[in-house]
């Protein structure tokens, strides 16, 4: 790819009519982008998503999923619906929970037509190594599942995030492919601290904590043991209270933001013009979709985007989220009215790195043309 050329990259809005509703959009994408083309006859087709903890509702609907199954199918593809496991101690940490996770939130095969496949394996040990010798990661864990697939179309809900300021096409294929000692690999710079004033000592964190990082003394607040935190941030998103957060310098947010880049160029790598993604900008939530709940979406329904191009319809995306009016009584707060509503929430977290990066590396192109679909 050209870094000179812009990608196209095409969208439709939330607008619908007779005969004409978002699952008729969402196959118009398919066909517009001409995802058709990226399969061979036979070919398994990893359909990436993130399946949503329980509780958590703003996820990408099976409804919508479906279409894309069935899409594949018509292209002579095989899918399945995958995701690799979490490294904190929900209901996603391993490859039963995770597929019970899946069905309770509406992915069943009756529902969507296809298998969900846990990409690492039962404990999140099925990994396969990929060399890409980039700046920071000289060797990818890739979930063993989406390594051997010929094909990768992701349907990435885009949202908010609290290590990268928005979580979209980059994220959900780089972090979320990755095996649990890649996505290790990704947090290492990552070492939340307690605001002592605000920790009211409820003991949420020392739960969702996986490590074992996290302690109370009577009458204390809590305490991070940093030779012992993964990384994982996970306490950050787990305080209701927000005691608890990153206190990024320019260092940890490059290699955090890099590497998560790094580890989505090892899974395009081995797919080399056989990627579709898709990002929804929909219930835009002011955090990931890990959490057991979704906050309310900080900016009104945008639409649906496709390209062949991760950067590109990540900076599409984002760049769609700051044009649009910000919606009151959200984690926004007074910045409604902000042109950057992603740094509003997530102070201190820059989250141009993780496109500046992947344009560097070959990832894609932060250039579009923003091609609608009507």
Not at 135 to 140: D, F, T
Not at 298 to 306: C, D, E, R, S, Y
Request: charged share 20%; with cysteine; net charge neutral.
């Amino acid at each position: 790819m050209s870094l000179g050329m812009a990608s196209n990259v095409y969208f439709s809005d939330m607008r619908t009519r007779s005969g004409r509703n978002l699952l008729d959009k969402v196959s118009a994408l398919y066909d517009h982008a001409n995802f058709g083309s990226l399969i061979e006859k036979g070919d398994f087709v990893a359909i990436k998503l993130h399946v949503g903890e329980p509780g958590n509702l703003a996820y990408i609907q099976p409804p919508v999923v479906r279409v894309i199954v069935e899409k594949v199918k018509a292209s002579g593809g095989k899918p399945f619906l995958t995701d690799s496991n979490t490294l904190y101690v929900g209901c996603r940490s391993n490859a039963v929970d995770h597929a019970i996770s899946a069905i309770q939130n509406g992915f069943s095969f009756a529902t969507v037509g296809a298998p969900f496949v846990v990409a690492d394996g039962l404990h999140g040990h099925s990994t396969v190594k990929i060399p890409i010798n980039g700046p920071r990661v000289k060797e990818a864990r890739i979930g063993a599942a989406i390594a051997e697939a010929d094909v990768i179309i992701a349907l990435s809900h885009f949202k908010g995030h609290e290590a990268s300021g928005f979580g979209g096409a980059i994220k959900n294929v780089g972090m979320g492919s990755a095996s649990r000692a890649g996505k290790q690999e990704q947090h290492s710079s990552v070492k939340p601290e307690v605001d002592e004033s605000k920790c009211r000592m409820c003991g949420r964190c020392v739960k969702w904590c996986p490590a074992g990082a996290i302690s109370f003394e009577p009458g204390r607040p809590a305490r991070i043991d940093h030779s012992k935190c993964i990384g994982c941030a996970e306490c950050t998103i787990s305080c209701l209270d927000e005691a608890i957060a990153v206190n990024w310098t320019d260092a940890e947010i490059n290699g955090f933001q890099e590497r998560m880049a790094e580890y989505a160029y090892a899974v395009v790598s081995t797919k080399k013009g056989k990627c579709g993604f898709m990002n929804f900008v929909m219930n835009v939530s002011p955090d990931c979709d890990c959490a057991p709940w979704n906050d309310a979406p900080i900016v009104p329904n945008q639409g649906i985007l496709a390209s062949t191009d991760p950067v590109a319809i990540d900076q599409a995306s984002v760049d769609l989220v700051n044009a649009a009016p910000g919606m009151p009584n959200t984690r926004l707060g007074q910045s409604f009215d902000s042109d950057d509503k992603f740094g509003s929430i997530h102070h201190g977290v820059d989250w141009r790195i993780q496109l500046i990066h992947g344009e560097r590396i070959g990832l894609g192109t932060r250039k579009y043309k923003l091609l609608e679909v009507k």
